[in-house]
């Protein structure tokens, strides 16, 4: 059954792929016609201006002959300079005369000026006398005949000087709208036509995603004038704003962001050092449904009741991780006025009790929750009572520092079936039977995508193998320091766990490697295996998987990156190799 639904599954995503394709070619081909009328009209334009020049210069010299001939008449010139003129006279006619013919057949007889002002299609590279013909090159496209169109193609196919100038302006903006921010402003310098199409795609930009920047010594991170000169180019299309670990991001860059881009609709300052101040003009001037800030201090009830509930009622996604001054009554006046809160990150928000997670019951907000992520420091079974029975809708939870919680707060997510990213860190308290029982429940598990289980010390082979046989899509696993796995348990995630494309087991001093050799053949997609600090599997079993699977990133015992190491390749000033992996569909895997 599980082969069968796999297969259906595959078969969904190539008709998919298919449509897909299909719709990119029509648009192709629809934008190469209008390509090939657009540069029909340019050359026809351009000729019939060159066309009336020559007329206008062939006026001005039969008039300045009859000038001549009348002056000679009356005791001008002798007969031989008449000669001569009348001989200029001759050639310039015979020049003007076979401009005019292959003006007449369509040919041009030198390209136009690159500087040309005159050209309101913006096809001034085109019109070239070698080049092929647009209604041959758009027969061969779109299927239409050569006489459709007419006019010159600007570059021949199989042409080794085809650039991405050469295409059509409507597949220039296609194209660099499918890159990120900074990849168009290092585009932008590469010539004048591709900044003019670089400010074209800037202006169209929705979205400045900076959170990738991070801390490091040998990173540069940007100012709040180049955030600005951003966000003014983009303007009143800038709908999305991330910007991470920067302390100039004050009252005065909010204000400067309200004025230049007025529809802004997510804003994510983590780690930026924010004055509540600058949280609340945001929440003021735009009707942000995304907000996520971390480690901001003054977050009491009175902030929310100032900012009034029409600033939040638009908020679906809230982040406030790290605000350690979130309480439970300001959790209660933030989502009084969050009347449709869909995603909520409270991680790392220590003071936050089960009373903050009963008023979040009270106001009906935990029943349209599909993401939860919590800090499970001060919180009891109650609680996770309290989330399985009311969440139902969570497609997200993640809980870190679960310490105090018991086996009776493991078991109470059971009714929490539509799960697919799944995390509980830290949970010394919940047994291997406590585990076996939850993932044996009636569906609980079987759509999981990410699983990490880290440092949850009492999992065990059995309760491992249980979770392999239910969570059978599983494309990320960790179970880092859960000492009690060995192979037996690491042998079912192999077998049972096809989709894996990220395997963590830090720590797992139990582990030998017998399963390893299994993974070329078992784990095609694997991208990311972590074995640091597991001192029993051998570099050459490593080595034998790293050569069968070139897309394998290994992080060695001490978290270097064995595949560089082998290499010769590695880092000196690195301790730990560190990235990430984007999958096909969007999920990123970070190492």
Known sequence: ANANANASARADVDLDWEGTVGRV????????????????????????????????????????????????????????????????????????????????????????????????????????????????????????????????????????????????????????GLLSIDEVQRAAPTCTGMARHCRIALRRCSTIDLAHIKLHKKLYLPSGAALLRLARQTGSALRTLRVHHTAWFDEDVVAALIAACPRLRALDMKYCSVPPEAIAASLQAWPLRELRVASVSGLEPEFFADAGPAALASIERLGLEHCEALTDESLAAMVRACGRLTHLELDGVRLLTHIGIHSLDECGCLRALVSLSLDGEGLDDAAFETIGASATLLGTFRVSFCENLSDSALLALAPLTKLRHFQLRKGQGFTDPAFVALFSAPTFGSKLQVLDLSECSQLADSGLSCIATRCSELVSIATSWCWKISDIGFASIVCNCPLLAKVDVTGVKGLKGSPVLSIPELLPNLRILCVKEVNRIQDEELTAVLDAMPQLTVIGFYGESLREELRGEGDGDTWYATGHVILDNGLVLDF
Not at 50 to 56: I, L, N, P, V
Request: charge should be negative; aromatic fraction near 0%; charged fraction near 25%.
């Open 25 to 176: 070619e029509s648009e192709v081909r629809s934008a190469h016609v209008r390509f090939a009328v657009a540069k029909q009209r340019a050359l026809r334009d351009q000729l019939t201006r060159r066309a009336s020049r020559r007329r206008g210069s062939e006026d001005r010299l039969s008039l300045t002959t009859n000038t001549d001939s009348s002056a000679d008449e009356e005791g001008g010139p002798d007969a031989t300079d008449r000669g001569e003129h009348t001989s200029t006279t001759s050639s310039t006619s015979s020049i003007s005369t076979s401009g005019a013919t292959s003006a007449s057949t369509g040919q041009v007889d030198m390209p136009p000026r690159r500087g040309a002002t005159d050209d309101p299609s913006g096809l001034r590279q085109c019109a070239r006398a070698e080049d092929l013909d647009v209604g041959a090159a758009a027969s061969q496209s779109v299927g239409c005949s050569a006489d459709a169109t007419g006019g010159r193609a600007a570059v021949p196919a199989g042409s080794c000087d085809a650039t991405l100038l050469n295409l059509p302006p409507e597949l220039i903006d296609r194209v660099l």
